[in-house]
């Protein structure tokens, strides 16, 4: 993947059947992080698109009819292509254009956020998407996903009628408004992943699953990853500094074994129930999901 763009796959991490967070992994070197995006109705796999067709940016598919009939090109010496073939193909074709689409419009989002500026909708149509506006409704579903679950951000509209948007933080959480310098990258989406940990666990977490859940989203303890730097001190240090979260060990543990809770600026900014009404949204689950042990917490 080149420097400079975004990747999307599919989620990876989960605590007690619910999906806290999409799967990220980070690349070194590359500037722009690579996101994944919680679906696996957006796009296949790179392993899967390159065994089927090779695909390089936007595509209209159209012209995967056009290019059939030519007769004078080498493809008319193959026999014919079953109509299921071709629509696998056609659907993969479109599938990797809503991918490269999502991308762009999540890389305009980010400038938006570091630049501090309103998002407009028509801009979102005339520059990122031109020609496949009709896909804007999927393409932005997909995006402000990514951002509220990678970032911690929420696309809220301000202005119906011109329909004009701003970035607010998730659940109300203040972190992306402590370090937005307007170089570093947001990563709220971190600390809400652990706060959601914490409440899936019953009030309190073991570090080991922490990061057992967080290595298969491609994040680990001592690595620097592209969005959120090295998580550990993140998770050990600075936000248990600032407020958000205990880290203490756990008592009688020999070896000392150590656990995550909320902390008083977490309780203080979102409460427990915002957290679960916030994940019975992302999972399209009902309240009653939860065990009994949620309702005194």
């Not at 408004?177 to 019953?202: C, W």
């Given at each position: 993947m080149a420097d400079g763009t975004i990747g999307l796959q599919e989620p990876g991490g989960e605590v007690g059947g619910l999906s806290v967070c999409p799967d990220i992994t980070g690349v070194p070197g590359v500037?722009?992080?690579?996101?994944?995006?919680?679906?696996?109705?957006?796009?296949?796999?790179?392993?899967?698109?390159?065994?089927?067709?090779?695909?390089?940016?936007?595509?209209?598919?159209?012209?995967?009819?056009?290019?059939?009939?030519?007769?004078?090109t080498p493809l008319a010496s193959f026999p014919p292509v079953s109509s299921s073939s071709a629509a696998m193909v056609v659907e993969i074709l479109f599938k990797r254009a809503l991918y490269v689409m999502t991308t762009e419009l999540l890389e305009f989002l980010l400038l938006k956020y570091r630049t501090k500026e309103p998002i407009f909708q028509a801009e979102m149509l005339n520059m990122v998407l031109r020609d496949n506006q009709a896909n804007f409704p999927v393409v932005f579903r997909k995006a402000t996903q990514c951002l509220q679950l990678v970032f911690g951000l929420d696309v809220k509209e301000v202005d119906h009628r011109e329909h004009i948007y701003?970035?607010?933080?998730?659940?109300?959480?203040?972190?992306?408004?402590?370090?937005?310098?307007?170089?570093?990258?947001?990563?709220?989406?971190?600390?809400?992943?652990?706060?959601?940990?914490?409440?899936?666990?019953?009030?309190?977490?073991?570090?080991?699953?922490?990061?057992?859940?967080?290595s298969r989203m491609g994040i680990f303890a001592g690595i620097e990853h592209c969005i959120y730097g090295e998580p550990k001190e993140l998770l050990t240090q600075v936000w248990v500094q600032v407020g958000y979260l205990q880290y203490r060990q756990v008592p009688y543990s020999h070896p000392a074994r150590y656990e995550f809770l909320w902390g008083p600026r977490a309780y203080a900014e979102t409460s427990k129930q915002q957290v679960k009404d916030y994940l019975c949204r992302v999972n399209r689950r009902g309240p009653r999901f939860f065990s009994p042990q949620f309702a005194v917490m």
């Open positions: 500037k722009t992080p690579v996101i994944m995006v919680p679906t696996n109705e957006l796009c296949t796999s790179e392993e899967d698109l390159q065994g089927q067709i090779q695909a390089q940016g936007p595509v209209e598919v159209q012209l995967l009819g056009a290019e059939a009939e030519d007769a004078s701003v970035m607010v933080p998730t659940l109300g959480l203040t972190l992306n408004e402590m370090q937005r310098d307007g170089q570093s990258m947001p990563k709220a989406g971190l600390l809400l992943t652990a706060l959601s940990m914490i409440v899936l666990a019953g009030g309190r977490i073991c570090e080991e699953k922490i990061w057992g859940v967080l």
